[in-house]
């Protein structure tokens, strides 16, 4: 018969509660990673459908001012292959390095429109320039809560105990969405009247 004595009882119940314990505690970490990745995820597609917002005005920003200055056929070209990188980067480093390329064109478009008095007084130019520096605004608060919610996840991968395991899991660290060169981007392309 099974002789089962009272310290054998505690020890094996005091076993049991720490393995139950072990596995609440990776499972409240796993769910809490999942949580941090998918707050990453959002905060990436905000900044792709702000992206996104920007590169459809571009267009009409382009044939408005192209019915003003034909002769800037060159600029033309280089504001649509800077949306083309812009549009088709795929990864925070890839749209980091699209952005400066994309504002100075975009600024330079404007720097031709200065010279248009009646392109400044068009107002369907105006309403593209408003909201162009609308989704410039929103582009920016996008990427800081992008940024936020990458060095959350990636500190939470990043500290004892979790880093011990959180690779098996399948977690990695994110890219933030840093620019090369931040005075490139520092003001939106705005022009004054």
Known sequence: ML??????LIIGGVIVVLLIAIVIWLISIYNGLVRLHQR??????GITVQL???ADLIPNLI?????????????FERVT???SKSVHAQSPAE????????????RSVFAVAEGYPQLQASGNFLQLQQELSDTE?????????????????????????????????????????????????????????
């Open 52 to 54: 996104k917002r920007r």
């Open 137 to 193: 605004d929103k582009v920016q608060a996008a990427r800081r809560f992008y940024n936020s919610s990458v060095r959350d996840f990636n500190t939470k991968i990043r500290v004892f105990p979790h880093n011990l395991f959180v690779r098996s899991l399948g977690f990695s660290e994110r890219q933030f969405f840093e620019v090369n060169d931040p005075g490139a981007i520092a003001e939106p392309p705005r022009v004054q009247f």
């Open 40 to 45: 990453v995820e959002e905060s990436w597609s």
């Open 81 to 83: 292959a800077a949306r």
């Open 95 to 106: 749209a980091a390095a699209a952005e400066p390329e994309l504002t100075s064109s975009l």
């Open 3 to 8: 002789d089962l004595s009272i310290p054998s």
């Open 63 to 75: 044939s408005t001012v192209q019915g003003y200055a034909t002769h800037e056929q060159g600029l």
